[in-house]
């Protein structure tokens, strides 16, 4: 895509400050609820969380993965799996753009 230079310019400042400027470190906090299909996982944290995803090593289904997590505010993801509350406690990640950094 192309377009005028001095958009280019903006875009591109843009785009490094978001993705590159440093964020600080968040405490996520989880807690997880057994649901029909596997967990319902809550996430809050204290500071503005950038691009967090969740993973498990196997095969599982998440129903919203790859968001923002606003101060305070919590965010809840269905998690289809068939692992036992201890499996899944132990391989729970959650991963986030500050991290990448």
Known sequence: M?????????????F????????????????AEPTAEGYAVTLTSDRFVRAAWLSLDGNEHFEDNYFDLLPGVGRTVGVSTKLSRDEFDRLLRITHLQQTQ
């Not at 192309?2 to 843009?14: A, F």
């Not at 490094?16 to 807690?31: G, M, V």
């Open 2 to 14: 192309h377009c005028h230079p001095e958009y280019e310019k903006i875009i591109d400042t843009q």
């Open 16 to 31: 490094k400050r978001q993705y590159y400027e440093a964020l600080p470190e968040a405490d996520i906090r989880w807690s």
